[in-house]
Nanobody
Framework: EVQLVESGGHWVQTGGSLKLSCAAS????????IAWFRQAPGKEREVVSC????????FYSDSAKGRFTISRDSAKNTVYLQMSSLKPEDTAVYYC???????????????????WGQGTQVTVSS
């Protein structure tokens, strides 16, 4: 069973930086993708960034491009989301998610997500 555990979320001042971690376990092959989603109060959950384990391909939403970086530490089985130049509109619960279909569709469509973490709260304010 795939398990995902996020950490690193907390309050940060506008313009600041934060690094989220997703410890992943239970994968039986490398044919999966890890995505970061977020959900702000009253809004739908949206994908922020994604990384395909098989070829290292990354994806960023328009709001994340240039400010967020997704990376992986294979030795620690951990995926990171480095966020910088944070804005109040980045305030949300951030979820780590795994697309186990092998298609990478989970990078764009959460219906392809097979496992979710519990979420970690990020709050940005001045």
């Amino acid at each position: 069973e795939v398990q995902l555990v996020e950490s690193g979320g907390h309050w940060v001042q506008t313009g600041g930086s934060l690094k989220l971690s997703c410890a992943a376990s239970g994968f039986t092959n490398d044919n999966y993708a890890i995505a970061w989603f977020r959900q702000a109060p009253g809004k739908e959950r949206e994908v922020v960034s994604c990384l395909k384990r098989s070829d290292g391909t990354t994806f960023y939403s328009d709001s994340a491009k240039g400010r967020f970086t997704i990376s992986r530490d294979s030795a620690k089985n951990t995926v990171y989301l480095q966020m910088s130049s944070l804005k109040p509109e980045d305030t949300a619960v951030y979820y780590c998610a795994a697309d186990l279909t092998g298609t990478g569709y989970g990078c764009y469509d959460q219906s392809a997500i097979g496992a979710w973490g519990q979420g970690t709260q990020v709050t940005v304010s001045s």
